[in-house]
């Protein structure tokens, strides 16, 4: 799955434990030049870019913020101007909330939203705008969750986020297949990334094995698999897959009981 | 006498509902009839409180067509802002009152088959209506306990507030099996819903769509500009 030639932009992507990073380097191991972006963490941003400069291809740190429209057309324009062009957009920047429907606040529910949907829907306008100019096709890739499958009692609001891609990416992959750009999304199961250091049923060591208990392969899943799926729906192999969704869960979403 | 309570557009399925629920002795009350309206959550909530419905029926008012490349910002904040965050907290109140009944009761989300399966040029309807799938079927769990049904019923291609060219409506038409796509269609499945039989049916997503969703179009897609 070579890569070599292509440019492709990763939100979300500062951390070094996140699914952004896991992805952003193995799009750079298979050859391809990579801009990263992230709202906050900017000097691991710029760490980042470092990383990938120093294993040979050419990187970028664009800080904006995926909710804000103008911020996110400046990003690709910015992208455009420095590495020339872009064929994969990977839209990662995500959050998660932990509450009960019962307790969901409306300041957490409008966080969710704009992020997760609004902020999708901002970077992949924009990038396919861009991918329809250059009129050669291009990979429009979503980070969503398991939880577009499946749903679990004290992520109402973000596993609505993320269920909705199924009908956003099939909508878009609908629009965009004439212009030969694919639209997929995969959806990573439970990461111990910094998106989950948070949560609530992921602080003791009992927390971990139960959280282990639920994967039918008994582990976390690891950033660079998430990177190795989307590798796959960037490169030219899966120029035939559009609007599809591919979980990276170890069989989480598999079904309700093991 | 069951109390139904009706919350959002104010179309042909509204009125569809209206008749065939009067027609079997429901009383009805019709809330919220326009988006700003539907925003108003505190109103809602207090409506909710104050009627103490049997029966609440959701109908969020954004319905829209066009492509994803002309969307804007805008635009999706305004569908997300009345179709999810809104609907969001109706039904969160609608969780909190009808928890506290201890009469049982059925919350119906009317959705649209774009929900279902993607349909170019519903991006911003099929997205946001989408994701109230995953609420339906949390709050489906969360009143069970209550003898509460939560369920979904996605209206066809063309029983829906979409103004579509006459051509896109005729293949629309040809593509659904039972030609039939009514309004009369989807309240009668709403009604199937409230019925004591339907007292096993929740979390669902229900379709009144002739069978549209079985098939596939051919050639290019009716919604493609």
């Known amino acids: 799955m070579d890569l070599t030639g292509k440019v492709a932009l990763v939100t979300g992507a500062a951390q070094?434990?996140?699914?952004?990073?896991?992805?952003?380097?193995?799009?750079a191991l298979a050859g391809a030049d990579v801009a990263v972006n992230d709202a906050y963490h900017l000097d691991e941003l710029e760490a980042r870019a470092a990383d990938l400069k120093a294993m040979g291809r050419r990187s970028l740190a664009v800080q904006a913020d995926v909710t804000d429209d103008a911020q996110v057309v400046r990003m690709l324009e910015t992208l455009v101007e420095s590495l020339g062009r872009i064929d994969i957009v990977v839209s990662n920047a995500g959050i998660a909330r932990w509450e009960t429907f019962s307790d969901i606040t409306l300041k957490n529910t409008r966080d969710l939203l704009r992020i997760n949907m609004l902020g999708n829907a901002n970077v992949c306008r924009a990038a396919a705008k861009q991918m329809v100019k250059q009129g050669e096709g291009g990979r429009i890739i979503i980070v969503s969750s398991v939880q577009s499958d499946v749903q679990f009692p004290i992520t109402p609001v973000y596993g609505a986020t993320k269920h909705a891609m199924h009908s956003f990416v099939g909508s878009v992959a609908l629009e965009l297949a004439p212009h030969n750009i694919t639209v997929n999304h995969i959806g990573p199961g439970w990461v111990r990334s910094p998106l989950n250091d948070v949560a609530p049923d992921q602080k003791t060591e009992a927390d971990i094995d139960a959280q282990k208990a639920g994967v039918p392969l008994g582990r976390d899943g690891k950033i660079e698999e998430m990177g190795a799926a989307i590798r796959y729906l960037a490169s030219d192999e899966a120029a035939y897959t559009t609007g599809a969704f591919i979980r990276v869960d170890g069989g989480l979403g598999i079904g309700k009981y093991l | 006498m069951k109390k139904l309570l009706f919350l959002g557009r104010d179309d042909g399925l509204r009125k569809a509902l209206l008749e065939r629920f009067q027609a079997e002795s429901f009383s009805y009350q019709h809330h919220a009839k326009t988006a700003e309206d539907y925003k108003d959550v505190s109103a809602l909530e207090q409506t909710l409180v104050t009627e103490r419905p049997d029966i609440l029926i959701v109908y969020p008012p954004h319905q829209s067509r066009g492509q994803f490349l002309d969307s804007t910002a805008a635009e999706w904040e305004e569908a997300i802002s009345q179709n999810i965050e809104a609907t969001t907290f109706i039904l969160q109140a609608a969780l909190k009152t009808f928890a506290g009944s201890n009469s049982g009761g059925r919350i119906i989300v009317l959705s649209h088959v774009s929900a279902l399966a993607p349909m170019n040029g519903l991006s911003l309807m099929g997205t946001t209506?989408?994701?109230?799938?995953?609420?339906?079927?949390?709050?489906?769990?969360?009143l069970a306990p209550h003898n509460v049904t939560v369920n979904s019923v996605a209206v066809g291609p063309l029983a829906a507030g979409l103004e579509l060219p006459q051509d896109a409506t005729e293949r629309l038409r040809q593509d659904t099996p039972i030609h039939v796509d009514d309004f009369e269609d989807a309240a009668a499945l709403c009604l199937l819903l409230c019925s004591d039989e339907a007292r096993h049916l929740t979390g669902q997503q229900l379709r009144a769509d002739g069978g549209f969703l079985l098939t596939r179009g051919s050639g290019s897609s009716p919604y493609a500009q």
């Open chain 2, 129 to 142: 209506l989408g994701a109230l799938n995953a609420l339906v079927k949390m709050l489906a769990l969360e």
């Open chain 1, 16 to 27: 070094k434990r996140s699914i952004g990073w896991g992805i952003a380097s193995a799009l």
